[in-house]
C-alpha cells in the first residue's frame, strides 16, 4: 500500500484498489439502471401500479448506484506526504495541506473487515478532532484521509507517522491497535 519514492523527503501512499472495484461496479450498476428506465419510459395509456413501481425501483436503483460510485470514488486517494504538506489527489478533486495548517493527525480505528483485520483511517485535518475512545476520533468536517487495511497498520506507525511527526509542531493521535474477534 505504501510506495516509496526515491526521494527520502517524500512518501506516496497509493489507492485502495477495492473502492477503484466498487466504483466501476457501481457505474455499471447505474447504467444498467439508466437503461433500464429508458427501457421503461414513457408509460403507455392504461398503465398499472406494477409499472410505477417498476420505474421507482428503478430510478432509486440508479441513484443508489450513482451514489455508491461517486462515495467509492471520492474515497479512492493518493496521499503524498512531503517537506511542504500533505497532497490528496481523487478522481473529483486535489486537495493540500500544508505542515502549518494542520491542527490534528493520526490513526483513528473505524472498523473491521471479514478477512483483512482491522481498519483504521490516517487523516490529516485544521481542526482538532474529539476523541472518542483510546482507540478512535469522532472525524468530522474536511480533511484528508486514507483507509489503512489490516497489517498496514504497522508501517503507518513506524514510517509514516515520524515522517509527519518531524514536520509539524502538533502531536500524533495513534488509535490503540487491539484484538477484535470476528
Not at 1 to 10: A, F, Q
Not at 71 to 80: C, V
Request: charged share 20%; with cysteine; glycine share 10%.
Amino acid at each position: 500500500m505504501i510506495e516509496y519514492n526515491c526521494s527520502e523527503n517524500r512518501i506516496v501512499i497509493g489507492r485502495n484498489s477495492t473502492f477503484l472495484a466498487i466504483g466501476v461496479g457501481a457505474a455499471v450498476m447505474a447504467v444498467a439502471g439508466i437503461r433500464l428506465i429508458a427501457g421503461l419510459l414513457p408509460l403507455e395509456h392504461g398503465y398499472t401500479a406494477a409499472d410505477v413501481f417498476g420505474v421507482i425501483f428503478a430510478c432509486v436503483w440508479t441513484l443508489v448506484a450513482v451514489g455508491m460510485g461517486v462515495a467509492a470514488l471520492s474515497s479512492n486517494s493518493k496521499i503524498t506526504l512531503d517537506d511542504e504538506g500533505v497532497t490528496s489527489a481523487t478522481v473529483f478533486a486535489k486537495t493540500r495541506i500544508t505542515w502549518d495548517e494542520i491542527a490534528d493527525f493520526g490513526l483513528s480505528y473505524c472498523g473491521q473487515t471479514k478477512n483483512e483485520g482491522n481498519t483504521y483511517y490516517l487523516y490529516f485535518s485544521k481542526q482538532q478532532q474529539p476523541v472518542k475512545n483510546e482507540c478512535s476520533k469522532r472525524l468530522k468536517g474536511k480533511m484528508i484521509k486514507a483507509v489503512i487495511i489490516g497489517d498496514g497498520y504497522d508501517e503507518m506507525v513506524e514510517k509514516v507517522i515520524p515522517f509527519c511527526a518531524s514536520r509539524t509542531k502538533t502531536e500524533p493521535f495513534i488509535g490503540r491497535d487491539k484484538f477484535h474477534l470476528l
